[in-house]
């Protein structure tokens, strides 16, 4: 639930200050390792992030494109996050 929060708020403003509290019984470093986990995924993908776009100018990949080609990797890079770190809480 938490990474899905941070995924929908990282998109307009990338940022890496994560915001640890004890959410649902579960532990703060587990807050913090979906926070991170989503922010670095969403900074993949952001427009308003300086080296994606600037990485795509200069190999002159329009946007579009390279998001056609990165969503399978990110869908499969959140489910392996997401199954990490619920086995992790179970534990």
Known sequence: MVK?????????LPSATP????FADVP???????????NGLVNLVTPTSAVV??????ARV????????????????VLLTVAVLTISVLL
């Open 4 to 12: 899905l929060i941070v995924l929908g708020l990282g998109l307009p």
């Open 19 to 22: 915001s640890a509290a004890t």
């Open 28 to 38: 703060a470093q587990f807050v913090v390792t979906a926070y991170q986990s989503a």
């Open 53 to 58: 776009m600037g990485g795509l100018a200069i």
């Open 62 to 77: 329009p946007y579009g494109t390279w998001l056609r080609f990165v969503w399978p990797v990110l869908l499969l890079l």
